[in-house]
């Protein structure tokens, strides 16, 4: 069974702040990995997605990706309240499932003015 | 250009009735995707297609569920003979191709199955 875990939070943190969030995945051959912003009542909202590892900015957001840990993790620099949001960790299956995401449940990250 | 669409947004049913939930991808994208999201959980996939076949089925929960692409954009979900239990947000994606391409999202089709 290919999971993905994250933190379901929330996790909030003050406007300005650096907010941190962060996924594992067990399956070791997933080889693509996408984090997507959810507000309540709408779809999922692509905003990064990274296949190596190491680094990938993208304005206030860094993907960062560790294969050998199985990790995955978004940084958002100077938090605004409208980045509150439920922030989706999604990993792209292998083999016979490339084409599938597997989702993790989410995190819930809210920015206080 | 122009998103992926799907529609009813919103759809309430009967229990025991047919529903039909239909998605248009972004123009160009080869691969189509079916997801269905409960409350607090992440999105579950049930199927996709690559052109006008299903490539991977295997999410989908029973033979009450099954999804057409005739002509390889538009696609279609059917459910028969509802239960409450299907009630769920409904999201289809597209993408360029199948593989570690990304994923976008249409807005969604909230299903309450009474």
């Not at chain 1, 439920?86 to 083999?95: D, I, P, R």
């Not at chain 2, 972004?26 to 992440?42: D, E, F, N, P, V």
């Not at chain 2, 991977?56 to 696609?75: H, K, M, Q, Y």
């Not at chain 2, 509802?82 to 994923?103: F, I, K, W």
Request: charged share 20%; with cysteine.
């Amino acid at each position: 069974q290919k999971e993905v875990e994250q933190n379901s939070g929330p996790l909030s943190v003050p406007e300005g702040a650096i907010a941190s969030l962060n996924c594992t995945y067990s399956d070791r051959g997933s080889q693509s990995f996408f984090w997507y912003r959810q507000y309540s009542g709408k779809s999922p909202e692509l905003i990064m997605s990274i296949y190596s590892n190491g680094d990938k900015e993208d304005g206030r957001f860094t993907a960062q990706l560790n294969k050998a840990s199985q990790y995955v993790s978004l940084l958002i620099r100077d938090s605004q309240p409208s980045d509150s949001a439920t922030y989706l960790c999604a990993v792209n299956g292998y083999g016979g499932s490339q084409g599938n995401l597997i989702f993790g449940k989410g995190t819930k990250l809210s920015v206080k003015p | 250009g122009a998103g992926v669409s799907q529609t009813p947004s919103n759809k309430v049913t009967e229990k025991g009735k047919y529903v039909e939930l239909r998605c248009d991808p972004i123009s160009g994208h080869t691969a189509l995707y079916w997801y269905r999201q409960s409350l607090g959980q992440g999105p579950e996939f049930l199927i996709y297609f690559q052109g006008t076949g299903a490539a991977d089925d295997s999410g989908l929960p029973n033979d009450r569920f099954f999804a057409v692409r005739p002509e390889g954009s538009v696609s279609t979900l059917k459910i028969q003979r509802t239960e409450r239990g299907d009630s769920a947000m409904y999201l289809c994606a597209s993408s360029l191709n199948v593989g570690p391409y990304e994923q976008y999202f249409g807005p969604g089709t909230r299903l309450t199955v009474t």
